[in-house]
Nanobody, 115 residues
Framework: QVQLVESGGGLVQAGGSLRLSCATSGSIFRLNTMGWYRQAPGKQRELVADITVTGRINYADSVKGRFSISKDYLKNTLFLQMNSLKPEDTAVYYC?????????WGQGTQVTVSS
């Protein structure tokens, strides 16, 4: 089993910044990709960014140049630095980890961007 615990969400004005964290524990050797997804009210969950164990990074077009994903391998923590936030970034953000047949989700953290 793998446990994912997100933190860092909150309310911010448009143009502001937030940094999300995802602490991982458990059988993390199973994991080869970690990422952030988000789900806005009435919309499907979508990929924001992910990173593989080889360091390959993928961003959604809507966040390129504004968001940055990184991982502290010593602390087993995943980060998402979000800059130049827009009201359309408002959503619940979920940490995701997967490897082989395994996939895990965090409980989510709310990000609200006011105009």
């Amino acid at each position: 089993q793998v446990q994912l615990v997100e933190s860092g969400g909150g309310l911010v004005q448009a143009g502001g910044s937030l940094r999300l964290s995802c602490a991982t524990s458990g059988s993390i050797f199973r994991l080869n990709t970690m990422g952030w997804y988000r789900q806005a009210p009435g919309k499907q969950r979508e990929l924001v960014a992910d990173i593989t164990v080889t360091g390959r990074i993928n961003y959604a077009d809507s966040v390129k140049g504004r968001f940055s994903i990184s991982k502290d391998y010593l602390k087993n923590t995943l980060f998402l630095q979000m800059n130049s936030l827009k009201p359309e970034d408002t959503a619940v953000y979920y940490c995701n980890a997967r490897g082989g047949v395994y996939e895990y989700w965090g409980q989510g953290t709310q990000v609200t961007v006011s105009s």
